[in-house]
């Protein structure tokens, strides 16, 4: 009998320090979820003064806020491209918003090796939930062929221009939405995306996941359902009605990629961000309702400076904080942005960084979290170490940006040091900024430093290779 009970004993004892162990050594599930066009200062934590963000407040308050961190590029693909690829602008596959005939943009090559494969090869369960545009669907840069087992949102940017449109897409399927018809305006496509994306968290709690969520809000059009978040702001603001183009209003004579009239932009600009704030606190909610809270990496940014269309005014919220330029800007305005990293028991709580990183840093970062070997060809430099507060970080020699677009421009930091180079087509000047002491780009420098413009001049030719695609 003493002998069953000590049996006993020392099967409970091996399967409690079993199951503590598997808990242990359980990989993090991580959440990315990335905002559209939301600019440097459009979060309270960031200096927001105008509305607040309180859920994304909590998480700086619980984790890391990063205060050099940039965005892949300054419009909304090429960002995306070189977060799941690891590769600046110059390399990476999808350098521009280039549209095609039908719904979806150029793909990305199927032999691009994304963050998602890389995760979903180490056993993860992956999603993709909100804008894709990487790729139309069934094409190679299609969500369900870079990596991610379910994709529920947008493919196509220009669809995305819509917040009531007809359908999202469910993997290869068309999920239709209740009342909508590019006529009527029931059912808010972001509220769908978020249904789907909590599913996603409780669908995959006893295993590890990737939930990429690359939410839609704040972009154009600027329009909010008619309930108690936008009455929150409704004749706050001294608005500036935006009258729109032909074919702006949901009707017969629509026309899906423009934007919608509104008389109230500003006040429907803060229920946008406010409505996208409380999904951050929902996604935080369930998870801590699923019990895996403390197991689990959460990291908010956004894909690029913010936008002024369908009658947003990012002068009027201050939404560049201060620094030059917006979307589509090589300049601090158009590319840096807020980041925020929360892991309980791992990244100290309330803590500040200003180590300078970028979107490619996110696929070797997670390789390491992982721990699985980090791809030879990409950009990227883990940034683990810095969310971990040790002393080992790694630095970049510097950063690089390109667009082909708005006449070619291309930019570079390396160190405090900061080139920008507009009008590239037409042989362009090269500006040159010292960031500590000019972080709002004023004082070109370029005339008096010769030999770092120099420098910046090698960088910008050695870090483009020639894309058929996206020709600088």
């Known amino acids: 009998m003493n002998q069953l009970i000590l049996l ?3 099967t409970f004892s091996f399967s409690a320090c079993t199951e503590k162990e598997m808990t242990k050594n359980q990989k993090p599930n991580i959440v990315y979820i990335l905002a559209d066009d939301l600019g440097y200062g459009d979060l309270s934590c960031y200096g927001q003064t105008k509305f607040e963000t309180p859920n994304i407040d909590q998480l700086a308050a619980k984790g890391m806020k990063f205060t050099q961190h940039y965005s892949g590029a300054a419009v909304c693909a090429p960002s995306r491209s070189t977060l799941m690829t690891g590769q600046h602008t110059g ?21 691009a090796l994304t963050v998602a494969e890389i ?6 369960k992956t999603g993709a939930f909100g804008k894709w545009g990487l790729g139309f669907p069934g094409s190679e840069g299609d969500a369900n062929n870079q990596g991610f087992d379910e994709f529920y949102g947008y493919n196509c940017q220009r669809m995305a221009h819509r917040y009531y449109p007809p359908y999202l897409r469910h993997n290869q399927e068309k999920e239709y939405l209740e009342g909508n018809d590019w006529t009527n305006t029931v059912t808010y496509a972001p509220d769908k995306i978020q249904e789907a994306t909590l599913q996603f968290l409780e669908d995959n709690k006893d295993t590890c996941f990737f939930a990429y969520v690359p939410l839609v809000l704040p972009h154009a059009e600027l329009i909010s359902p008619n309930d108690s978040i936008l009455k929150m702001f409704e004749g706050k603001f001294d608005e500036i009605p935006y009258e729109g183009l032909s074919g702006s209003d949901y009707g017969p004579d629509m026309v899906k990629s423009r934007y919608c009239t509104q008389k109230t932009p500003f006040a429907a600009f803060a229920a946008m961000v406010t409505r996208m704030d409380i999904y951050v606190g929902q ?23 913010p936008h ?5 005014n990012p ?6 904080a201060g620094f030059r330029g917006i979307k589509r800007d090589l300049y601090e305005g158009g590319i840096r942005c807020p980041f925020v990293a929360v892991w309980p028991n791992k990244i100290k709580a309330g803590s500040t960084s200003d180590h300078i990183s970028a979107f490619w840093d996110f696929l070797p970062t997670c390789a390491e979290i992982v721990n699985v070997k980090t791809p030879g060809n990409i950009d990227g430099i883990s940034f683990l170490p810095e969310l971990l507060g040790q002393d080992n970080q790694k630095q970049h020699d510097h950063l690089y940006w ?10 570079v930091r390396m160190g405090d040091w900061k080139a920008v180079l507009y009008g590239l087509h037409k042989k362009g000047e090269l500006e040159l900024y010292n960031l500590a002491e000019d ?21 910008m030719k050695k870090d483009h290779v020639d894309s058929e695609l996206f020709p600088l």
């Open 8 to 10: 006993l004993l020392v």
């Open 439 to 459: 972080v709002a780009e004023t004082n070109n420098v370029a005339d008096k430093h010769p030999d770092i413009v120099a420098k910046m001049k090698e960088i």
């Open 283 to 305: 996604i935080t909610a369930k998870l801590e309702e699923l019990g895996i809270a403390d197991n689990t990496i959460i990291m908010f940014t956004s894909d690029n400076g």
């Open 91 to 111: 390399h990476t596959p999808i350098r521009g918003n280039r549209e095609l005939d039908k719904e979806g943009q150029i793909p990305m090559i199927g032999s």
């Open 402 to 411: 390109e667009f082909a677009h708005k006449g070619g421009r291309q930019a």
């Open 119 to 124: 995760l979903k090869d180490a056993g993860y």
């Open 315 to 320: 002068a009027y919220f201050n939404s560049s």
């Open 308 to 312: 002024a269309a369908g009658g947003a």
